[in-house]
């Protein structure tokens, strides 16, 4: 297990290191600069990656196009995730430090990505 609680496979590494610098990728890009690069990885296993990194906090669905894609988390670019749509909204830097400072008064840290429900889940619930 990693760090942030998911394995590091080779297809974990293979996919991080096409996320690395990335502004964000579709699961099919990354799985088309793999087989581009020599990798021996399925689409499936693209998405399974995708999924792990995204709940462990390591990487984010961003919007490409019309379609979703993934870009690795980081302390410069901190979210708001929705928990049930996975939609992100950017954190202003004055919301981070306050955050960052509150939790570490609390003995607390606080990662890349806040969870909580969108607007538009909210009302559906």
Known sequence: MG???FRRTAASRAVLAVLQGSRG?????IHDRLIATGETCDIVT???????LSAAGVA???PCGSSVGYRLAGPQDPVLQCVRCGVTTPLSGAVTTALAREADQAGFTVGPVV???CPDCRRRA
């Open 60 to 62: 984010y669905p961003v």
């Open 25 to 29: 990728m579709t699961a099919r890009a």
């Open 3 to 5: 760090a942030r609680g």
């Open 115 to 117: 969870t909580g429900h």
């Open 46 to 52: 693209v998405h399974r990656v995708l999924r792990r």
